[in-house]
């Protein structure tokens, strides 16, 4: 079993920043890529972004959507079994509730909420114009 605890969330202005963190327990060594994703009011779930889990943490095993790319980041400490998403330039539309997701598969549509089989109970982020 694969445990996922998302925190982090809260209320900024546009423009602020925040910084998001998932917590994962459990069968870590079973973990092939961890996403984050997200979901608005009256919106269907998207990507925001992936990271290959237990390889490489420098940012070479990273994949981001269109929506995220020179905003956000996201990064992977392997010590603490923690995936980072920092969200900065944040704006209105950016409001959502944001999940951690897992796989221990090898995604063929990596940015694709199907291929992810474990879920957090997600972290609300508000942004004010």
């Known amino acids: 079993e694969v445990i996922l605890a998302e925190s982090g969330g809260g209320s900024v202005q546009a423009g602020g920043s925040l910084r998001l963190s998932c917590a994962v327990a459990?069968?870590?060594?079973?973990?092939?890529?961890i996403a984050w994703f997200r979901q608005a009011p009256g919106h269907q779930r998207e990507a925001v972004a992936v990271a290959c889990y237990g390889g490489y943490t420098d940012g070479r095993c990273t994949y981001y959507a269109d929506l995220a790319k020179g905003r956000f980041t996201i990064a992977h400490d392997k010590a603490e079994n923690t995936v980072f998403l920092q969200l900065n330039s944040l704006k209105p539309e950016d409001t959502a509730v944001y999940y951690c997701a897992a796989t221990s598969g090898v995604p063929n549509r990596i940015l694709w909420e199907g291929e992810y089989n474990h879920w957090g109970q997600g972290t609300q982020v508000t942004v004010s114009s």
């Open positions: 459990g069968d870590t060594y079973s973990i092939n890529h």
